[in-house]
């Protein structure tokens, strides 16, 4: 006590903060030691010093500044309530929502499956209808264009005499624009691996006959052969010969000429 | 416990602040968001007035009331009223800015993470609301020599020490020391004779 008259002095100093390093080292000793009236001197100046703060002029912080400190404090808040508190459990009802999503979506997917394959026997039922339309436009196109060689006046007739007199008769028309058509019954059916050729005996000397197309007769040998575009044209053709050739044809006979037709 | 935790010490009721500073340690959003609207004012002045920028004032309010969010316990009831403490946090923050940003790291240096210890009011202060203290305070500032006013606020809003304020006002240090004494017995003075 006998040393407070000269820190009381220093209270007011001391709650302020103005006191240099060495006084204010002093008089925290001093309150150390427990000197009560200097502890209360020290709060009654603290309490003044803090009365300056009224010196300052008014102003008001901006709402953005509440804003951000509210978005900490409550996410704050909410990380001290998760760690703390379990999680609510899941209501029924969202369970329920939940299964009826997984049926849903199941049935979806059998559904899109059953659908796709829908689609696709469809779509293959489709195309083998196309191909097979297709087929008959060209049977249809071949028959319109066989009946109009036989009929069409323009069409030169003759008959093609099998080498073998056991063999049948066939018969040739050939339309100069349309083409030829050779016919028959009673086709004996070519060796395994074998075809039926038709060749075209050019009238110039010493040429060798033009390759056409390779046939063969149906099982009951009926033969209808179409050459829609031949090698060459009827004006230069001496004949029209057959041949048996190996599958795929020829570029040139290899065997006896089973049947020939000169185109008088 | 928790009356005594927070009555403040001579007196039976239970202030509004030391409810929600309580309030505050059950992490009530709502509390804080009352204490904030309640002080942040004056808070925002004093803290504006030491670093003279708005927006480094807001960062600062903002450290303030996060300190008393997170640190709510710091405050003791029982040892004095809320809102000077809160004041008092106010300060140091501030100027613990300005003492970083103009790296000049003196005598408190070491106490920048510390928070002031809660004071109790003086026995003839009675609740006088902010706007008639201000204007008291004011009034009795107004008062001074101008050069003594501008050697407390040099202290008080800049926090220099006696000699850094000699220096500034080109003052003998006695005078000093003298002009900011005075200055504050005779601010204690009005405002006793207000209450």
Not at chain 1, 11 to 26: H, I, K, P, Q
Not at chain 1, 162 to 186: F, R, S, Y
Not at chain 1, 223 to 231: A, D, I, K, R
Not at chain 2, 18 to 34: N, T
Request: glycine residues 4%.
């Amino acid at each position: 006590m006998s040393n407070c008259g000269q820190f009381r002095e220093l209270t007011e100093a001391y709650a302020l903060g103005v006191l240099d390093a060495e006084e204010r080292t002093a008089f925290e000793a001093h309150l150390a030691t427990g000197c009560k009236d200097c502890a209360q001197a020290v709060e009654e100046a603290r309490w003044l010093v803090n009365q300056l703060a009224y010196l300052a002029p008014n102003a008001a912080p901006s709402d953005m500044l509440k804003a951000r400190l509210m978005q900490s404090v409550r996410a704050e808040a909410r990380a001290a309530q998760g760690s703390v508190e379990p999680k609510a459990s899941i209501p029924f009802w969202m369970w329920a929502g939940v299964a009826a999503l997984l049926v849903l979506t199941v049935y979806s997917a059998w559904d899109a499956r059953r659908l796709q394959k829908e689609i696709q026997t469809v779509n293959q039922r489709a195309a083998a209808e196309f191909k097979q339309r297709e087929q008959l436009q060209q049977e249809l196109a071949a028959a319109k264009r066989q009946a109009h060689i036989l009929t069409d006046a323009n069409s030169r007739k003759f008959a093609m005499w099998p080498h073998d007199t056991q063999m049948p008769k066939l018969e040739a028309m050939w339309h100069p624009e349309l083409g030829i058509c050779v016919m028959g019954e009673k086709v004996p059916m070519p060796a395994s691996n074998h075809a039926l050729q038709l060749w075209l005996i050019p009238k110039a000397p010493g040429s060798k006959p033009t390759p056409s197309l390779t046939f063969w007769p149906d099982a009951e040998g009926k033969l209808v052969l179409m050459v829609e575009n031949p090698p060459d044209v009827m004006a230069d053709t001496k004949a029209l010969a057959i041949t048996e050739e190996p599958t795929g044809g020829s570029a040139q006979p290899t065997s006896t000429l089973m049947w020939v037709g000169g185109i008088s | 416990m928790f009356l005594a935790v927070l009555t403040p010490k001579d007196s039976g009721e239970v202030s509004p602040d030391a409810m929600l500073v309580h309030q505050l340690l059950q992490r009530d959003v709502d509390a804080f968001e009352q204490l904030y609207d309640r002080h942040s004012r004056i808070v925002y002045a004093l803290v504006l007035r030491i670093v003279q920028q708005a927006s480094t004032a807001e960062e600062v309010v903002q450290d303030v009331f996060l300190q008393l969010w997170r640190n709510a316990r710091r405050y003791d009831a029982r040892r004095g009223p809320f809102v000077p403490w809160l004041m008092a946090v106010a300060r140091n923050r501030a100027l613990d800015h300005l003492r970083l940003k103009s790296e000049r790291q003196r005598r408190r240096e070491d106490q920048s993470e510390e928070l002031p210890p809660v004071f109790d009011s003086p026995q003839f202060e009675k609740a006088l609301d902010e706007k008639r203290r201000a204007e008291r305070v004011r009034a009795v500032m107004s008062s001074l020599n101008p050069q003594q006013k501008k050697a407390i606020e040099l202290a008080y809003f800049e926090g220099l020490s006696h000699t850094e304020i000699a220096e500034t006002l080109k003052e003998p240090l006695g005078t000093i020391k003298s002009w900011i004494r005075n200055g504050l017995l005779r601010l204690k003075e009005g405002l006793r004779a207000t209450t």
